[in-house]
């Protein structure tokens, strides 16, 4: 353990909550197991964290900065519908979103964080799937963005969390499914103006 003042404390306990919360879920994380897993006097989760919540809502939102920092880069390349659909599928994170989500049910500021958090993320995806249905000449009345945006995410998250519990009937199929929907749309695109990139 260390003593006195600790420098990269902050950072190791916000690292050992979201591994153990990964891990053990979200019900493991108390003051003694984080202080313990990161290797600090238990009551430094205090002096950094006035509560456990506190906590979770750093861990929370530096997960969710970097992620939104990962999707506004993705999205600038040439195929940014098959940028979102890998980032969606990426199967690293779906323990951690999922004891969040349970957790979110229980801690109204987590539950507010999550709802900040995924509004960013509709406002990305969507301005993404605008600026590939709209260079394709697709009829954004037929086909909003922000509904094409949410079935091609939210098919991907219907993977990963089916998968978590070791479901996947029909995953197969939804994977060709989408594989076939995002190769229409995967020609380079006209190069962008500053209006047009994702905030």
Request: hydrophobic share 45%; with cysteine; charged share 25%.
């Given at each position: 353990?260390?003593?006195?003042?600790?420098p990269g404390?902050?950072?190791?306990?916000?690292?050992?909550?979201a591994?153990?919360?990964?891990?053990e879920?979200y019900?493991?994380?108390?003051?003694?197991?984080?202080a313990?897993?990161a290797?600090?006097?238990?009551a430094?989760?205090?002096?950094?964290?006035?509560?456990?919540?506190?906590l979770?809502?750093?861990?929370?939102?530096?997960?969710?900065?970097?992620a939104?920092d990962?999707?506004r880069?993705?999205?600038?390349?040439?195929?940014?519908?098959?940028?979102?659909w890998?980032i969606?599928?990426?199967?690293?994170?779906t323990?951690?979103?999922?004891?969040?989500?349970?957790?979110a049910?229980?801690?109204?500021a987590?539950?507010?964080?999550?709802?900040?958090?995924?509004?960013?993320?509709?406002?990305?995806e969507?301005?993404?799937?605008?600026?590939?249905?709209?260079?394709?000449?697709?009829?954004?009345?037929?086909?909003?963005?922000?509904?094409?945006?949410?079935?091609?995410?939210g098919?991907?998250?219907?993977?990963?969390?089916?998968?978590a519990v070791?479901?996947?009937q029909?995953?197969k199929?939804?994977?060709?499914?989408?594989?076939?929907?995002?190769s229409?749309?995967n020609?380079?695109l006209?190069?962008?103006?500053a209006?047009?990139?994702?905030?």
């Amino acid at each position: 353990m260390t003593g006195g003042k600790d420098p990269g404390a902050r950072l190791r306990l916000m690292e050992a909550t979201a591994r153990i919360i990964s891990e053990e879920g979200y019900a493991a994380a108390t003051s003694r197991r984080v202080a313990a897993a990161a290797g600090v006097r238990s009551a430094l989760v205090y002096y950094y964290f006035p509560t456990m919540d506190d906590l979770f809502v750093a861990v929370l939102r530096e997960g969710a900065e970097a992620a939104l920092d990962r999707m506004r880069a993705a999205i600038t390349a040439d195929d940014p519908l098959r940028a979102l659909w890998l980032i969606n599928t990426d199967t690293r994170f779906t323990q951690l979103n999922l004891e969040f989500m349970a957790l979110a049910n229980h801690r109204k500021a987590i539950g507010a964080e999550l709802k900040t958090y995924a509004e960013r993320v509709r406002d990305i995806e969507t301005a993404a799937v605008t600026l590939v249905l709209r260079a394709y000449g697709i009829d954004l009345q037929e086909f909003p963005p922000i509904v094409m945006s949410m079935l091609l995410t939210g098919a991907a998250r219907i993977l990963c969390n089916e998968g978590a519990v070791g479901m996947e009937q029909g995953h197969k199929e939804l994977r060709a499914f989408v594989e076939r929907f995002i190769s229409r749309f995967n020609a380079p695109l006209p190069p962008r103006s500053a209006a047009d990139r994702p905030a």
